[in-house]
């Protein structure tokens, strides 16, 4: 997608186009498996509600929840 | 000393912000409040765990934000036998909820939840859903 260099203090730029698309301000890097990183963009708050919708309805959740709960008794 | 008001985030509450259920407005509110938030290891792989379910891709975003947001607190030898306690006094609790409010009461946090189990419980906050 886009290739970053970085400096020599280990500094790089994130995309204009990306910091864009995401509204991010802060990214963590998480290794996903050995040797390859994931930039995660930190949302601001505003954002969050609805961001990650599964289309599971509250009682799904809840079904979900006490099957959870189940499994650790 | 720091007297920030302290918050520890039950699983629930993340749902309804991150999957717009009854309560967003309400978790978003509390997730805005000047407090340190807290969640615990084992909420941090419940609400994962429902993520890998539906929408695996998100797991990693998901979680992000949590780890973003709040400090993760694993389980000890205190939390664990205060939960044992909790257990025997609350018949209606989880073993995961009794970890849960032995977690938050050994962080001194209010324990932030949307689970009516916890009605009566006199430091958890239940957040309305409606």
Redesign the interface.
């Known amino acids: 997608m886009a290739f970053v260099e970085l400096d020599e203090k280990g500094r790089c730029v994130i995309p204009k186009e990306i910091r864009e698309k995401t509204g991010a301000t802060?990214f963590?890097i998480?290794e996903?498996e050995p040797g390859r990183f994931?930039l995660?963009?930190?949302?601001p708050?505003?954002k969050?509600?609805?961001?990650?919708?599964?289309?599971?309805t509250?009682r799904e959740?809840k079904e979900?929840?006490e099957q959870?709960?189940?499994e650790?008794? | 000393m720091n007297n920030l008001k302290r918050n520890f985030i039950d699983s629930g509450i993340w749902i309804a912000l991150f999957d717009q259920h009854p309560g967003a407005d309400e978790a978003e509110r509390v997730l805005n409040e000047n407090a340190e938030r807290y969640c615990s290891l084992l909420t941090l792989y419940e609400v994962l765990r429902y993520y890998q379910q539906r929408k695996p891709k998100e797991v990693e975003y998901v979680g992000g934000q949590i780890k973003n947001r709040s400090t993760l607190v694993g389980i000890d030898e205190a939390i664990t036998f205060h939960a044992l306690r909790l257990k025997q006094r609350y018949p209606q609790f989880s073993t995961v909820d009794a970890l849960s409010l032995a977690t938050a009461r050994k962080l001194n946090a209010n324990f932030v939840t949307r689970d009516s189990d916890f009605k009566g419980i006199p430091d958890a906050r239940i957040i309305k859903t409606t």
């Open positions: 802060k963590e998480i996903y994931v995660v963009p930190v949302l708050l505003k969050l509600k609805g961001a990650f919708k599964t289309g599971a509250e959740w979900f929840h959870f709960e189940k650790f008794h």
